[in-house]
């Protein structure tokens, strides 16, 4: 099945504030699309716009042709998984009942046996099925990522939305929750990502989106996206490209 997400020129206002400024882009299932830019340049207000929590002023966002606001919120919750940038760990909660929250839009009254089968098949892609019995609580930061990942996928979406997923990671968990996202792209899932680390970025993505001030400075191909003249003209950094290793660097230290 093809998904294609489309924002179409989209304007958001915190009050007097453009937080986004005629913003477009576009993904499909199998792709993954990161979204950079400095602090406060409007990556985290795009993804709740995607995500139908945030209605922009101006603009349309269309899965598969048809615009988000003519889609139930419960169909939208279907077809969208979101990963967080943070959550709040809820006292004693087990692994297993917190991934079964990503059933509730298909949940009617308790959970089916349907909705158990899919808490373990989602634990298994992000292998966390160990943890299965285990309270969040207890969870390394990488392996509580994974989970809060899984939770996501236990609602057999079609599009994920991750808020800086390797924030606050060592780099072990960094790498493997990349590798992970990686995964996700052969599944057919549309993968459309906030992220700060350019390099990671620019390892994992196939498409780049850089805001500057709540507008598309660059769009494109990570090469054509990550390069030492955009960069330096929105975050005023000197870098260097190692294509040979996929890796940004500072000139500065």
Do not use: C, W
Not at 76 to 86: C, E, L, S, Y
Not at 212 to 221: D, I, L, R, T
């Amino acid at each position: 099945m093809v998904i294609e997400i489309n924002v179409k020129d989209v304007k958001v206002y915190y009050k007097s504030i453009k937080a986004l400024d005629g913003v477009s882009l576009s993904v499909h299932n199998g792709e993954i699309l990161s979204i950079i830019g400095p602090n406060g340049a409007g990556k985290s207000t795009l993804l709740k716009v995607i995500n139908g929590v945030l209605k922009p002023r101006m603009g349309v966002v269309f899965i598969n042709e048809k615009p988000l606001e003519k889609i139930p919120r419960k169909e939208i919750a279907q077809k969208t998984g979101v990963v967080p940038q943070r959550i709040r760990l809820m006292g004693m909660l087990s692994v297993y009942d917190f991934v079964m929250t990503g059933r509730r839009p298909y949940i009617n009254f308790t959970p089916s046996k349907i909705d158990e089968e899919k808490v373990y098949e989602a634990l298994k892609i992000v292998d966390a099925i160990d943890f299965v019995d285990r309270t969040l609580e207890e969870l390394s930061g990488g392996e509580l990522q994974r989970v809060i990942i899984a939770r996501a996928l236990a609602g057999e979406p079609e599009v994920m939305l991750l808020d800086e997923p390797t924030s606050n990671l060592d780099l072990k968990y960094q790498l493997e929750i990349l590798n992970l996202i990686k995964s996700l792209r052969s599944k057919g899932l549309a993968i459309i990502m906030a992220i700060h680390d350019l390099t990671q970025a620019y390892r994992v993505s196939d498409k780049v989106l850089l805001l500057n001030k709540g507008k598309v400075f660059a769009a494109g191909e990570p090469d054509d996206v990550l390069n030492p003249k955009t960069i330096f003209d929105v975050y005023g950094v000197p870098i260097i490209v190692i294509k040979d290793y996929k890796l940004i660097t500072t000139l500065e230290v």
